[in-house]
């Protein structure tokens, strides 16, 4: 399969980002095992190259188009490696991108469905990825794992959920000091307000928000950095389900 890595490699410079043969391997081997699977499993209804090119691998990346202080900030710690968890990952973003991108950072991806968890254990090995660890587990169970609980540096989520309940999901398993990054649409101001009160609950605080548009598209986006300044209450999350038929807010 013969893709076309100019546009990317475009879009990735924009970003800051300087795409070597190694790493243009590594997407594009990523783009073919991801359709490929496809076919006989649902990952993604995104299956044409320039698609997952803006709306999978540069949106995974979107930590980059943080303001210099910010950007400074999560970048040097991914180059130190940080622990980084991408909780409910699915087809694994935005986590494989950021660890072709940043190949320091000790990577834990999460999913529910045991077949997500084998096609990202394939694609650790077509990719050649090292540190990275493939968990099956929902999140209130894992999150009660004295191995995962506030282990993380930086927990990362594109996931659909509103941000109360993707909060709820993804403090408990951030260390305090540490980030949990949300990756969501540029509609996120109504979220933040309804879950400041659960995210304040959860030992977290919002202390950035960023909205951009990806490189040489009209897709507007958002990232949520939210700190974790105090330890998280025992009680959360709640029992498997709660969260989301019962956000806190």
Not at 118 to 142: K, M, P, Q, T, W
Not at 164 to 176: D, G, Q
Not at 180 to 198: L, M, N, P, R
Not at 201 to 222: A, I, M, Q
Request: aromatic content about 10%; proline content about 4%.
């Amino acid at each position: 399969m013969s893709l076309d890595l100019s546009l990317f490699h475009v879009k990735l410079q924009q970003f800051g980002f300087d795409p070597s043969e190694h790493t243009d391997r590594q997407f594009t081997d990523y783009y073919e095992h991801l359709v490929k699977i496809n076919e006989v499993m649902n990952l993604t209804a995104i299956t044409e190259w320039q698609e997952v090119v803006d709306k999978h691998f540069i949106d995974s990346l979107g930590i980059a188009a943080l303001p210099k202080e910010q950007k400074d900030e999560v970048i040097s710690r991914f180059l130190s490696g940080a622990a980084v968890m991408d909780l409910g990952t699915g087809a694994g973003f935005p986590g494989i991108p950021l660890k072709i991108m940043f190949p320091q950072i000790c990577l834990t991806l999460t999913d529910s469905l045991m077949k997500r968890i084998n096609f990202l254990r394939e694609c650790g090995e077509i990719l050649d990825l090292s540190d990275v660890e493939y968990v099956h587990s929902r999140a209130e169970i894992l999150a009660k794992d004295k191995a995962y609980r506030e282990k993380q540096d930086f927990v990362v989520s594109r996931a659909v959920a509103n941000l109360a309940t993707l909060s709820e999901y993804c403090l408990p398993f951030v260390k305090v000091g540490g980030y949990f990054i949300a990756y969501k649409t540029d509609t996120v101001e109504d979220e933040i307000k309804s879950a400041s009160h659960g995210i304040e609950l959860l030992g977290g605080e919002v202390v950035f928000v960023h909205h951009y548009v990806l490189p040489e598209t009209d897709l507007h986006r958002s990232i949520v950095m939210i700190r974790k300044v105090r330890s998280t209450p025992k009680r959360y999350p709640r029992k498997a389900g709660v969260p989301s038929k019962e956000p806190l807010t």
